[in-house]
């Protein structure tokens, strides 16, 4: 069975997460509700360098946080893509919408 790995971090004004793993259906739920609650409070780096797998549930996710954060007047950054998760945004036609970036010096 596929799972998520989650790693947190607080940076000086973002927190990030690093995930590992597939973000698909089956592993979104606990995480799901973290970011959710999180892109409200600050700015979001989200690590996708070792995701193997985003389904169309994972690609929500990701829309539903962004919007939720540019909502509250936050940022979701989306850092360092695995070709995986590159290849399942891109296939979305909404990659240039996300702040896509290779460090987390670029938070603004």
Known sequence: MEQLTLVEKDGANYHLYELEGAL???TIGEFQDILYAAVLKKNIVLDLS????IDGSGI??????FNDSEDSNHKMYLMSMSNESEKAIASTGFKSVFHIINSVT???
């Open 24 to 26: 698909n259906a089956y």
């Open 106 to 108: 670029e938070v603004k």
């Open 60 to 65: 929500g996710l990701l829309m539903a946080a």
């Open 50 to 53: 070792k995701i193997v797998e």
